[in-house]
């Protein structure tokens, strides 16, 4: 696992994006929120996945991994922006509006985007898996996917949501990636169609868990226990505020065993990998 | 070429962004700026080049003349943002930020930027086709493309740029595109790389053209004449105030000249099929 996430880091920093022009900063902008860090758990779900089955791939793999990492730090740029979040810090740095100005934030999000479909289609894979990648990628990172989510999250900011509407919202939001980088994995494995299903459904609910976990940690922990500052948002639109803490402790440890079931369904040597990442990212998973 | 048009026209109206939800406006925003109109100049070119030479895969094309729009779109959409040109109307419209609010500006174009790349993956062509047009999308609508282009206009508003840094910037901002979208269509025709570039390196002089006419139109125009605002520009980078009147007359006759004299060496189909697109939009090109 460690050496899978070394072998990502090394390829990220080889391929950053490259833009050498007479713009002053804009080259810079592009790779800051890369470089910064961040657990890189959806390029790990997707290597995780090809490690278990076709471990020769995982090099051919490293670009399309790659390319979720673009695809979800664009969307944190974009959520940084003084119109949404209007963070000042992200992963411990200065976000691109702050350091730059929003021109450049909104723009390095863009290319961001669009380069994440030019890494899938330049990778040594082929073209008829690549075409699945593109569309796996652009339909959960989209319209269908994690863009309807942001736009409800920010829309119904200040408006109570039911318990269908709040799921929707982070079915929508994250758990969709989540879930397409599992099946990416399963893709490039070619495993069956029913497999990648499997895959993709374990990742809805794994997403949805993680989401319910940290709203018990924001309720629950102090700020030097979850490492980020908790116990904000008693107005919020959470699972907690919803259900109550014991409600909400009841639906993760639910999902929980759903989870690990699904998880024993698998073969042995995809279960195996999965269990050894899951382990390693559960409840630090953003 | 009206026939084309209207058949674009009707496809884009059947297959408009869907995200039937909760949320009460998004899935309007998504195709308001895609319904206001627009010359629809991309997706003609791509349509023109394919028409000349396999016109049986005009359907096929379709989507792939949407994505081209949708890219388009998205772009214009960031650009009209508060952050870059504060604009209140686009094709006669509120723009988006103006008419809902800011989130909806920057989710919708993430969205169409996104979505342009899942109609390319899903249109009714070889996957070998499809990959390639991809490529050709992702990277000249990308970091190397459109997104440095744009980021150089926004940094270098109000400071003076050299005759090859103003070409590198209309190159990547405008040119790029329209070139991808006739290197786009000679894919589909599955052309030759030589005679792929040949259209793309048109495209390049094309949008460049295209640029120093719309700088000697502001210069030379009334508003009534030009149909926009003009005269409005004597500060910024423009052709006109960098080779003067008469040298970006000069810059516009020569280019126009190399043009005419490319579309010669095509053969005879799609010289024609180009013509008749290019008499129409000629000075029309936004």
Redesign the interface.
């Known amino acids: 696992m460690e050496k899978l996430l070394s072998l990502f880091e090394e390829y990220l920093l080889n391929n950053l ?3 050498k ?4 900063h ?1 080259e810079d902008a ?1 790779s800051d929120m890369l470089k910064a860090g961040g657990k890189r758990f959806r390029p790990m779900l997707l290597l995780s996945v090809v490690k278990s089955n076709k471990s020769l791939l995982i090099p051919n793999s490293l670009p399309i991994a790659l390319g979720l990492e673009f ?1 979800h730090t ?1 969307s944190l740029v ?1 959520d940084d ?1 003084p ?2 979040d209007n963070a000042d810090l992200r992963r411990g740095f200065q976000t691109l509006h702050k350091k730059y ?4 934030a ?2 390095v ?3 961001l ?3 994440a ?2 890494l ?3 990778a040594s894979l082929s ?2 898996i ?2 699945e990648l ?2 796996c ?3 959960n ?4 996917g994690m ?2 989510g ?3 999250d ?2 119904f900011e200040n408006q109570k949501l039911e318990l269908n ?1 709040l799921e ?1 919202l982070h079915i929508h939001k994250t758990a969709k990636l989540i879930a397409a980088s599992l099946k990416m994995g399963a893709i490039i494995c070619e495993y069956d169609l029913n497999t990648q299903e499997k895959l993709y459904n374990f990742g809805i609910d794994l997403g949805l868990l993680f989401q319910i976990q940290d709203d018990i940690i924001d309720e629950t922990c102090t700020s030097q226990e979850a490492g980020k500052t908790t116990q904000n948002d008693t107005s919020k639109n959470s699972f907690v505020n919803l259900l109550g803490l014991t409600g909400a402790i009841k639906s993760a440890d639910e999902l929980a065993l759903k989870c690990a079931n699904i998880l024993n369904t698998f073969d042995e040597n995809l279960k195996l990998s999965l269990e050894e990442l899951l382990l390693k990212y559960i409840n630090r998973h953003k």
């Not at 022009?21 to 002053?24: A, E, G, Q, R, V």
């Not at 100005?101 to 450049?104: F, I, K, R, S």
């Not at 990172?141 to 269908?144: A, E, K, L, V």
Request: aromatic fraction near 12%; charged fraction near 15%.
């Open positions: 994006p490259n833009s022009t007479f713009h002053p804009f592009l695809l664009y974009h922006l119109a949404m100005d929003e021109v450049t909104i723009l999000g863009d290319a985007n669009t380069h479909f030019n899938l289609a330049n073209n008829d690549k075409i593109v569309k990628l652009s339909s990172g989209g319209i269908d863009i309807i942001q736009a409800i920010c829309f509407q929707f």
